[in-house]
């Protein structure tokens, strides 16, 4: 069996779809709220700035991690060969984006604990730390999946039907600090800038007054400087060697997404020049989508592998799950999604008004929680 003969069935099919989309939900909807929380320390000049800031994204930002959470569960129960191999393999890695995830959560409900400043403050830098490591960590892990993951030879069981054993210590044939490769570091600060530049528009769009003014400037100065990791991200990546079994139509796919991603990205940075908040968020939004689509166009069928030379290759079609489980699973997110989509549109409607430094309360006896 080769790469090359790769037929997957159409559900196994439909599930790498939706596992991009779940994966673009998050990396548009928490991408900005990264942002903000990384311009915390920088952007708000006293308390009650920073207090509007956090309270741009306090309602929504835990319900936006809930489209990580269902992108890795889908990944864990569509394609449970390319989750555990990746999670066998990228210990640390992963163990980097939890502690950035936890800290930034605690940071979010300790800071309104204490009305002090150095205790505010602290946990103000603890967000923005937290907020760093996922982007950066994501960004570095989604540019090996184009440079393809080097994959040792698995284990073959006999029987019935042989069936591919994937063992993370088996498979994983590069050093850890592989991963770190020049075109790896270039992803995780295009990652980082991109949520940067998403986070200042975003937080442009929901305040008003002298700190939304701030913003806007901002918002157009990082847009400048995240164009050059952007360009030579999106260029690279198209024009690394094809890995094996890629197919010639979904990388004219992924060079049409990057290359448009690229245009939409830089009439984000005119429209928020204009004053144009709302536009500027859409297209970076879209932007964010676009790079998306153009990885996991070049997923197909490997999953971010490098299989040359192996005897099973790890795939979407002997990663897969049972024609069954993913019946299964269908079933249920066409009942749960739809769902989840009507509560976080609900969620953003509710808390749609811009807020200022005159919306925050002063001080009271009882501080006041602020986030999550």
Known sequence: MTLLDVTPTTLQALWLILVAVLWIGYLVLEGFDYGVAMLLPFVGKNDKERRVLVNTIGPVWDGNEVWLLTAGGAMFAAFSGWYATLFSALYLPLFLILVGLILRGVAFEYRGKRADWAWRNRWDWAAAIGSLLPPLVFGVGFANFLLGLPLKNVTILAGATTVPVFDGDKLWAGPLFGLFSLYGLIGGITFVLVFLTHGAIY????TKGEISGRLKK?????????????VVFVIWGNLLPKLPGQLDSLRTVAWIAGLLGLVL???AIYFIWKGREGIAFILTGTTIAMVAVMIFA???PGLGFNNTGLKVMLDIT????SPTTLTLMTVAA???VPIVLLYQIWAYTVFRRRLGVENIPDEVDEPVVVGG
């Open 203 to 206: 937080a442009s769009l929901k």
């Open 218 to 230: 901002l918002a157009v100065k990082l847009g400048l400087i995240t164009a050059i990791p952007a």
């Open 265 to 267: 990205f830089v009439g």
């Open 298 to 300: 070049q997923l197909f």
């Open 318 to 321: 002997t990663a897969s799950s």
């Open 334 to 336: 066409c009942i749960f």
